[in-house]
């Protein structure tokens, strides 16, 4: 008997583990000098998927993440993560919660004046009483993980820009967090490693059930990993599904911002133009 003819490229099966939401994001606004940045965000994330948040440079999505983790408080609006409004929480109990969570900053964020390990074991330190050994196995582990081994003595200032990226990493992963927030894991990496990055976020997912959520610029990369994705644009959600929907979707946002257009609704800001002439003058 013949069977069904094999299908070229079988498609990632888009994961929703559980309909538990560990991030409910409600009309969230944030302004700086009275310029709107976010302008009533509303988002969830359920337990375990990879999330990816997209959108044009400057659109507000590192300070959409800087929101989440309690570190912008909105000048409206509520953030729930794990079931706590983060912004309502009293130092200790926000404490416990902060274990729970982890952040790959964009910058990567390392303090130049500790080795590469000490930078890793920082949460560590700061949220448990492991004696040193046991701190000192775990850094091993969170490097051999980002394929740093090796690099625990060195300075941030000895190693490369994508390996301070992975060191974040290894430091956002030290604790074993539920969540983890990515701000552009593949910026300034080579495609290999950015494919090794792109491999543990899906790894810690499906794996070990972990919350990704990821903002990226990479598309490749996005369509990749996402199980789900959204798109912001002039401090709002305009878009939201599934790569297969984002990557068929009529919306004229979305399709110039995947196919890296020009020309369509996405401005560029006039003060970058002016930057850009200034540079040519
Ligand atoms: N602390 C701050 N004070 C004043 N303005 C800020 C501050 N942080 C961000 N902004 C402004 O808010 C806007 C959004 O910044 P944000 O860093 O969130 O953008 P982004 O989407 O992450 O951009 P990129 O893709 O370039 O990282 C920008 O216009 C930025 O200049
Ligand atoms: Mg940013």
Redesign the pocket.
């Known amino acids: 008997m013949q069977g069904a003819p094999p299908q070229v490229t079988a498609p990632r099966k888009r994961r929703r583990l559980t309909d538990e939401v560990v991030i409910d994001v409600r009309d969230v606004h944030v302004s700086y000098d009275e310029r709107s940045i976010l302008a009533g965000i509303n988002l969830v994330a359920y337990r375990g998927e990879i999330l990816v948040i997209m959108g044009g440079s400057g659109c507000g999505?590192?300070t959409l993440l800087r929101s989440i983790v309690g570190a912008e408080e909105p000048l409206k609006g509520s953030v729930q993560m794990l079931g706590e409004e983060i912004y309502k929480l009293e130092e200790a109990p926000l404490n416990t919660l902060r274990k729970r969570f982890g952040i790959l900053f964009?910058s990567g964020a390392l303090y130049n004046s500790m080795s590469v390990g000490e930078n890793v074991a920082l949460p560590l330190r700061e949220h448990t009483d492991l004696d040193d050994e046991i701190i000192r196995i775990m850094v091993k582990m969170k490097l051999e993980l980002v394929g740093l081994r090796d690099f625990e003595n060195l300075r941030p200032a000895q190693i490369s820009g994508g390996m301070k990226k992975r060191v974040g990493l290894a430091r956002a992963l030290a604790l074993d967090p539920e969540i983890i927030f990515y701000?552009?894991p593949g910026a300034g990496l080579d495609p290999v490693v950015a494919g090794v990055i792109d491999k543990l976020i899906m790894d810690l997912s499906q794996k070990v059930g972990v919350t990704s959520i990821v903002?990226t610029h990479e598309m490749g990369s996005a369509f990749r990993i996402a199980d789900r994705m959204i798109m912001l644009h002039e401090g709002r959600v305009v878009a939201e599904g599934t790569p297969e929907e984002m990557r068929t979707s009529t919306h004229p946002l979305v399709k110039q911002f995947i196919n890296g257009e020009p020309d369509g609704p996405i401005p560029l800001r006039r003060s970058r133009i002016d930057y850009a002439e200034d540079l040519l003058a």
Do not use: G, R
């Open positions: 999505k590192s964009q701000d552009e903002v």
